[in-house]
């Protein structure tokens, strides 16, 4: 049963999936926004409250956290999968995601970049360092302003039994707090 593969280095990351994916939105200088699916994000600091994602140097979105200088993590569910993994595949430089995903624009408490009314919480952040690192770039952000659907907290951490989380296993495939795998059909 402890008998061990070796892996390859390449595909070592699997190893840190499924991960619970989350959707950026961010917003330029002239108010162009912006929605891609990330699931390398996670905290790192509590006081403060500080959060860390890992975005490849290519993606739009970097232009436009770099602009505002800041970006909020909106956490979507099984119910938006297919949404999700559009602002996955899709870059913004060529399609507006919002108008694509058809997901709404939530003013935000302490940010000028726009929620995703359709997700379940919110974290609010000002952009506080960017690592660039071989072709991705680390951006750490402080959270300023953090919400969620009421009735979907248990103690301050989201109810899993009402809430049913999308964690990204690879390529286009999702699983959720239950055991199904799920591959969105537009995919
Ligand atoms: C489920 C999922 C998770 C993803 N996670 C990441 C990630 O953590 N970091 C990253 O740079 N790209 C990630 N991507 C790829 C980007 O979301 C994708 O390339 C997107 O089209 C870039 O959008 P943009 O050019 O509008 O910024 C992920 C894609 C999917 C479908």
Redesign the pocket.
């Known amino acids: 049963m402890n008998e061990k593969i070796t892996i390859d280095l390449s595909k070592s990351y699997n190893l840190l999936h499924p991960r619970n994916?989350v959707l950026i939105t961010s917003r330029g200088e002239d108010d162009r926004t912006?929605?891609?699916?990330?699931?390398?994000?996670m905290p790192v600091s509590i006081h403060p409250p500080l959060v860390v994602?890992?975005?490849?140097t290519?993606?739009?979105?970097?232009d436009l956290i770099q602009e505002s200088g800041e970006f909020v993590v909106n956490i979507p569910t099984m119910d938006v999968v297919t949404e999700?993994?559009l602002?996955?595949?899709?870059?913004?430089?060529n399609v507006d995601?919002f108008e694509a995903s058809h997901f709404t624009p939530m003013k935000g408490a302490k940010v000028r970049t726009p929620l995703i009314k359709e997700c379940v919480a919110h974290l609010e952040c000002k952009l506080v360092r960017r690592m660039p690192l071989e072709d991705?770039n680390l951006y750490i952000g402080e959270v300023v302003a953090a919400s969620a659907n009421r009735g979907s907290l248990i103690n301050n951490v989201i109810d899993v039994e009402k809430v049913r989380l999308v964690f990204?296993i690879g390529k286009?495939e999702?699983v959720t707090n239950d055991s199904r795998v799920v591959t969105p059909k537009s995919s």
């Not at 994602?53 to 490849?56: C, I």
């Not at 996955?88 to 430089?93: E, K, L």
């Open positions: 994916t912006n929605i891609v699916a990330i699931a390398w994000c994602m890992s975005v490849d290519g993606h739009y979105s970097n999700t993994l602002c996955g595949r899709m870059s913004g430089r995601k991705v990204h286009d999702f």
